[in-house]
């Protein structure tokens, strides 16, 4: 089983500031990824990483950026933040020893950022 | 193109009651493995059950069952027996073997369980 944990769980900020959502599991998953969600709609990804030093863009375009300079951490950064980046958050990983297809994506519980 | 269609945005069940969340797929991959997730109204996501497409035997954990259908691309969802802690968003998902790790979600179901 997984842990996988986020910070803050939630955060109202004003525009323009600066942030970064903390992402950190203790598993040594090598995969990582971050999901955008608007209440009770589909995940869109937007960023992933398959280890330290490799990050990738996700399907929806995104003005967030990312690090992985250690497997366990995973942060996304907003250099400026306006109203429409409000939304949650979701960070995963998962492990896909052996067979690569039937590992599950294990969940933080996300951060809700309301950005005013 | 990998895609995830569930096609029920919102059901309602009769607490104790069985019920079908619908979930198609499409992919070329012969290699691929399908997940529900639920996700209440706190926001987490947490994993229910997995389907792998070699795998010869419907998935069952606990109250939740998975009706794999390969020739039809389908892989319902089953809750038998359903409680009020039910009530949730429930997303199906794939993950294929060959590409890239991604995984990709359909657009969820609402699912509120009656007393």
């Known amino acids: 089983e997984a842990d996988i944990y986020q910070t803050p769980r939630y955060l109202v900020i004003g525009t323009g500031k600066k942030i970064t959502l903390e992402c950190s599991q203790t598993?040594?998953?090598?995969?990582m990824y971050w999901y955008q969600q608007d209440p009770g709609m589909e995940l869109h990804l937007i960023h992933y990483?398959?280890?330290?030093?490799?990050?990738e863009k996700g399907d929806l375009s995104s003005e967030s950026t990312v690090s992985r300079i250690r497997t366990e951490h995973f942060p996304l950064t907003l250099e400026s933040a306006r109203p429409s980046h409000t939304s949650q958050y979701l960070c995963a990983s998962s492990d896909p020893r052996g067979d690569l297809y039937n590992s599950p994506l294990h969940f933080g519980n996300g951060t809700r950022l309301t950005v005013t | 193109a990998q895609k995830i269609t569930q096609t029920q945005p919102g059901m309602f069940v009769q607490e104790k009651e069985a019920v079908t969340l619908d979930c198609t797929y499409d992919?070329?991959?012969?290699?691929?493995?399908l997940f529900w997730y639920k996700q209440p109204s706190s926001g987490e996501m947490i994993f229910l059950i997995y389907?792998?497409?070699?795998?010869?035997q419907n998935a069952t954990e606990g109250r939740y069952s998975l009706n794999f259908q390969k020739a039809r691309k389908s892989a319902n969802l089953v809750i038998s027996a359903s409680q009020l802690g039910d009530s949730a968003m429930y997303f199906c998902a794939m993950r294929v073997h060959s590409g890239t790790y991604k995984y990709i979600f359909g657009t969820g179901t609402r699912l509120k369980v009656l007393a």
């Open positions: 389907q792998g497409s070699y795998d010869q």
């Open positions: 598993m040594g998953h090598d995969k």
């Open positions: 992919t070329s991959d012969p290699s691929y493995g």
């Open positions: 990483s398959y280890g330290v030093n490799s990050t």
